[in-house]
C-alpha cells in the first residue's frame, strides 16, 4: 500500500472539527477533484463504528464505487475508515493546539494498475506501427519497475497536492462558519 499525509491547523476548537468530519458526505463533497455522484449510508443510527456507506465518485472521467465501513470513532479525536475491499483505509486525527485543531488525514491506498499504464488509444493504426508498440512494450518490461516507481511518485504527489487543497477548503469552510459568517 501507498500512503499520503497532511495536516492543517484550523482556527477551532475540536468539538467544532469533528463535528463536520463525522458528516461524511459533506466531507466528500467539498473535494473539488471529484464529483459524488452517489452517496448512500447503509446503516441506522448515528454515524460510528461499524457504520457503512456506499460511494460512487467520478474523477477525470473515471468512475470509482466502493463501500466504506467506520472501523473507529473516538468523539472529537478520531475517525478510521475503509474501503471494505481493503483498497484504502483513512485515519482523520484531531489534536488539541493552543490556537485551536491540528487535522492530520492520514490515507493508505492501492493505486490500480491501469493508473500506473492506461491503455494508450487504439486508432486505425498501420501494422508497421502496431509491431513496433508491441516491440517497445516488450522492451518497456525490462524497465517497469523504474518506470512504475516514477509513476506512483507522480502520483501520490498529485494526490498529497489535492489533499492539500481539500484540507484548506475544510479549514476555510470550518472557519468561515465558525465565526459566524456564510
Do not use: C, Q
Not at 449510508?41 to 472521467?61: P, Y
Amino acid at each position: 500500500m501507498h500512503r499520503i499525509t497532511e495536516s492543517v491547523k484550523i482556527h477551532l476548537p475540536s468539538e467544532k472539527v469533528f463535528a463536520f468530519l463525522r458528516n461524511v458526505e459533506a466531507r466528500l463533497r467539498l473535494n473539488p477533484f471529484y464529483e459524488v455522484m452517489r452517496f448512500e449510508k447503509l446503516t441506522e443510527g448515528d454515524v460510528g463504528a461499524g457504520t457503512r456507506f456506499r460511494i460512487v465518485l467520478l474523477s477525470g472521467g473515471r468512475r470509482a464505487e466502493y463501500e466504506s465501513e467506520v472501523l473507529e470513532f473516538v468523539e472529537n479525536r478520531k475517525i478510521v475508515s475503509r474501503d471494505t475491499k481493503g483498497r484504502l483505509r483513512l485515519t482523520l486525527t484531531l489534536k488539541e493546539t493552543p490556537r485551536g485543531t491540528l487535522l492530520t488525514h492520514d490515507e493508505k491506498f492501492v493505486i490500480p494498475p491501469d493508473a500506473l499504464f492506461p491503455e494508450e488509444e487504439e486508432r486505425e493504426a498501420p501494422l508497421w506501427m502496431k509491431f513496433l508498440r508491441n516491440l517497445f512494450s516488450i522492451e518497456r518490461a525490462r524497465f517497469t519497475d523504474r518506470e512504475e516507481e516514477r509513476r506512483i511518485e507522480e502520483i501520490k504527489k498529485r494526490l498529497a497536492g489535492n489533499l492539500k487543497v481539500w484540507l484548506s477548503l475544510i479549514k476555510e469552510r470550518l472557519e468561515t462558519e465558525g465565526d459566524g459568517r456564510h
